[in-house]
């Protein structure tokens, strides 16, 4: 079975310019998810999709962050302008079952 | 509110056990879950336990849960270097589709 894809695997950017992230989940799993990561923390949930409806985005920063899933299969995930703190991974996880998640290998976002 | 805790770092020497501690505070907690994390990856699913376990063994993993105290351990037997990673503690709400709440990750450093 493959697993989530993601691309690019690395990106470099300038601040305030803009960035957009793909993801393509496990095929047939309904729930989709962005965390981002800062370097020595945790995951943190940016948005969560159920099917192509947004289950949960109150961390999100809507000011700057968006992501849509349009036909409930793959995602993107862009930050309009980028700011240096957007430096981190960008994590998409996808599940079937509510008991387990299943991660991409992440993009690497640097912001100078 | 949902917090996790655990130490950030542990060394061990290659061929000993090695026992990484987490703490969480939502008692209510469906899943309790550890993830590995590679250089450069994503997070890896290594196992995860319902909440009315107590044990859970999978080859050289030992998933330890104690509810009173709301603290969970992985034992990892025989160390290997190729176990050396940053290895997360999660923790799932009960309520159906709230995300998963992780810690800071403890890496662990095996020594050869």
């Known amino acids: 079975e493959a697993g989530v894809a993601q691309s690019p695997r690395y990106k470099i950017i300038e601040k305030r310019q803009s960035v957009a992230f793909w993801c393509n989940p496990i095929?047939?799993?309904?729930?989709l998810y962005w965390y981002q990561q800062i370097l020595g923390q945790g995951p943190k949930l940016l948005i969560q999709?159920?099917?192509?409806?947004?289950?949960?985005d109150s961390q999100l920063p809507k000011d700057r962050f968006s992501a849509e899933r349009l036909k409930g299969v793959d995602s993107t995930l862009k930050i309009q302008p980028a700011k240096l703190e957007d430096s981190a991974v960008y994590l998409c996880?996808?599940?079937?079952?509510?008991?387990?998640?299943?991660f991409g290998p992440g993009t690497r976002l640097t912001v100078t | 509110g949902e917090d996790v805790e655990q130490s950030l770092f542990l060394s061990v020497r290659e061929g000993d056990s090695s026992v990484i501690n987490c703490t969480y505070t939502?008692?209510?907690?469906?899943?309790l879950y550890w993830y590995k994390q590679e250089p450069g990856a994503g997070l890896q699913l290594l196992t995860y336990i319902f909440s009315n376990m107590d044990m859970k063994q999978d080859q050289r993993l030992t998933v330890l849960l104690n509810k009173k105290d709301k603290h969970l351990s992985l034992r990892i037997a025989d160390t290997q270097t190729g176990d050396s990673a940053i290895y997360f503690c999660a923790e799932k709400p009960p309520s159906g589709n709230t995300p998963l709440v992780f810690g800071k990750g403890t890496r662990l450093s095996v020594i050869a």
């Open positions: 996880a996808s599940s079937l079952e509510l008991s387990e998640q299943y």
């Open positions: 999709f159920q099917n192509n409806g947004v289950v949960d």
């Open positions: 095929s047939g799993h309904a729930t």
């Open positions: 939502d008692s209510s907690s469906t899943y």
